[in-house]
């Protein structure tokens, strides 16, 4: 990739939240970005295998997760069993809150604007994601109730907040660049906030000695 050395855990506060690393605030922003409620942490799941789990994000129109994991932290069997676990299970005809169950997305490190551009910044450019389990997931816009979404290509193909169908949109792999990832933490509006290293220089350093 490029010489940037890859994310390391910073936590950073957006919107009121600290989140315990910079691509999880920078995620945040690209969900508030497109219009799309998220809660952070809301839940603390006990697996099936007794594991105790916290995902990263509960997207509650949606009913999507997210779990945040950058180039370092490949692996992501709580999450896998997560997705098992909270899919459609329906014998017959999906009768879920959702359509097809609830959705389990790995949030990834941004893509580039360009394969191999050079510069750019891991934070920067489009937004990149897998399933951590099943079929792939793709962001398609709901052309009735505006929302941005994953689905998988598994019918009914309806949007997972409104049910309208979704049919006759496009819908798109995270490579085809098409959902633009907002940086929460750098340029005009950041929400980063730098330590507080107390007042510069005073006028009155010094006066009495
Ligand atoms: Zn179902
Ligand atoms: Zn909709």
């Known amino acids: 990739m ?23 605030a920078d995620w945040a922003h690209t969900l508030s970005t497109n219009g799309t409620t998220w809660q952070y942490e ?18 509650p129109e949606l009913g999507t997760w997210i779990e945040v994991k950058g180039p370092g932290i490949p692996r992501a069997e709580k999450t896998a069993e997560l997705a098992q676990t909270r899919a459609c299970h329906c014998a017959r005809e999906c009768t879920c809150r959702w359509p097809g169950g609830e959705l389990v997305i790995l949030g990834r490190t941004s893509l580039g604007p360009l394969p191999g551009a050079r510069g750019h910044r891991p934070t920067c450019g489009y937004a990149n994601w897998e399933t951590p389990y099943g079929p792939s997931a793709y962001s398609v816009t709901c052309p009735a109730c505006r929302r941005v979404q994953w689905i998988t290509l598994r019918r009914p193909w309806r949007c997972r907040a409104c049910r309208n169908g979704l049919e006759k949109q496009p819908v798109y792999r995270a490579v085809d660049r098409q959902l633009r990832f907002a940086e929460a933490t750098s340029g005009l509006g950041s929400a980063f906030t730098m330590p507080d290293l107390g007042s510069p220089f005073t006028d009155d350093t010094g006066a009495t000695q």
Not at 3 to 22: C, K, N
Request: charged share 15%; hydrophobic share 35%.
């Open 42 to 59: 809301p839940e603390t799941i006990t697996l099936p295998s007794g594991t105790v789990y916290i995902p990263d994000f509960w997207l």
């Open 2 to 24: 490029t010489d940037e050395p890859t994310i390391h855990a910073v936590p950073t506060q957006y919107a009121g939240t600290l989140f315990r690393s910079r691509l999880e």
